[in-house]
């Protein structure tokens, strides 16, 4: 032990992050709270640093948004050319070719400062069940010019903000003077250190903090730009909070009935009819799928019985010896779902309160365009706090009498966690909360 030099949880597990947790796991013998939230992050290289601590990022909407007609009053047209007073006109401009709900294609003519919108049949037809009834709808879905036309009015491209906070995170663990002597030898690439078993279940603790407020917090307001914290605070001092994936993907992602989007006890039928949302979104192929036990059996069995309903294309993995019917990774409808079961939507002291054995998290693995010159950005990622020196993704400080650099007269020592972090969702628009299962 003379020979062993001190060597924090935090440091050991930053390390090397899998295999320091497995070495520290099988020799100190924890309650593994294994796979939080955090560590899925952190092992998919998902930590980004931010100056502030409030971020923003300014997303492309959708190139035909507001490109729906509504009426709210009948024409007064025959069908050749028919003035329609409307509510809602979105995007639309003079040239720009609409379609009814007969399949007719006709041709804005002109658009008054009241919103009537003059349109021609472009075959001379056109169809009176069109515009004769109220709360019909236009689609625009082209445009058309004539010979020698000067340009049509232009068309204001939206961009969605999309902001979120950091949120400070704190955790102490306390040593005596008699538990200060008591103290575990590891070994780690050869070498001997030692380190005090307490600080390990503090620092999981601390991490399950962090991972269960990314996943299920919900955010508070901005507080750090000067704003009356009113009933947020501690001491006078204000609190922040980061909106959770969870929040997130409620509010911004695709829903179903203008909520999270339901399972609809049919796993197939589910899936197809969640495609299909997200082809329309335009959204990516290729996606990772975060679920809990009662989600990931119920896609199991699903997947697994599909040979039986007459697909046989479908393959196991069979070695000779043993048959793995778990379904890590599967194709289906033209998109391919990585499923991955995290740990924390099953925990038990947590519950169903917080947590959600039945959900499934829907998240692309790939990247987000962003506007003004931005490139690409992560889905999904972790941001923390990082600025005039100071890293906050994670610190440990030791104070106290018996801290290597005295603090006090006190015989303790206290081995103090702080993080500044919070959670981060682009292109809300290609995600998913399906529940239900």
């Known amino acids: 032990m003379e020979n062993s030099s001190y060597i924090s949880s935090l440091s050991f597990l930053q390390h090397s992050f899998v295999q320091g947790r497995e070495i520290l796991s099988s020799v100190l013998d924890v309650q593994n709270e294994e796979e939080g939230f955090l560590d899925v992050m952190q092992a998919l290289g998902k930590l980004k640093p931010v100056s502030q601590p409030v971020y923003h990022a300014f997303v492309n909407e959708a190139l035909y948004k507001d490109n729906t007609i ?53 075959d001379g037809a056109g169809s009176a069940a069109d515009y004769n009834a109220a709360d019909d709808k236009f689609v625009v879905f082209s445009n058309a010019q004539g010979e020698g036309s000067g340009s049509p009015d232009p068309i204001k491209y939206g961009l969605t903000k999309q902001s979120n906070r950091v949120q400070i995170f704190k955790n102490k663990y306390r040593i005596s003077d008699v538990a200060k002597a008591s103290k575990i030898t590891v070994e780690y690439k050869g070498k001997p250190y030692f380190m005090y078993k307490g600080t390990y279940e503090a620092l999981q603790r601390f991490r399950g903090d962090i991972s269960n407020a990314l996943m299920f917090g919900k955010g508070s307001g901005d507080f750090y730009a000067g704003a009356s914290v009113g009933d947020m605070n501690i001491g006078g001092n204000a609190v922040q909070t980061t909106n959770g994936l969870k929040q997130e993907l409620k509010s911004g992602g695709i829903l179903n009935s203008g909520s999270p989007y339901d399972h609809d006890t049919d796993v197939l039928a589910t899936l197809s009819t969640l495609t299909a949302a997200l082809n329309k979104a335009r959204a990516p192929k290729d996606y990772w799928m975060w679920l809990g036990t009662s989600a990931n059996i119920a896609i199991d069995n699903a997947l697994n019985g599909l040979n039986s309903t007459g697909l046989t294309g479908a393959r196991f993995s069979v070695d000779g010896k043993s048959i793995d019917l778990g379904v890590d990774k599967f194709s289906l409808y033209g998109r391919t779902w990585n499923k991955k079961q995290l740990s924390i939507l099953d925990h038990n002291e947590l519950g169903s309160t917080v947590t959600g054995s039945g959900e499934i998290y829907l998240v692309p693995t790939g990247q987000v ?15 923390y706090l990082e600025g005039d020196g100071n890293n906050y993704s994670f610190r440990e400080t030791l104070t106290g009498g018996l801290a290597p650099t005295p603090t006090s007269a006190d015989s303790i020592l206290d081995v103090n966690y702080q993080a500044i972090m919070g959670l981060e969702v682009l292109g809300k628009e290609h995600c998913a909360l399906v529940t239900g299962f």
């Open 70 to 122: 509504t009426i709210s009053e009948a024409g007064s047209g025959t069908g050749k050319q028919s003035g329609i007073a409307t509510s809602a006109i979105g995007n639309a401009r003079v040239g720009d070719l609409i379609m009814g709900a007969s399949g007719e294609v006709y041709l804005i003519t002109a658009i008054s400062a009241s919103n009537e919108i003059d349109f021609v049949p472009v």
């Open 369 to 383: 365009k962003t506007a003004g010159g931005g490139g690409s950005q992560d889905y999904l990622q972790v941001r």
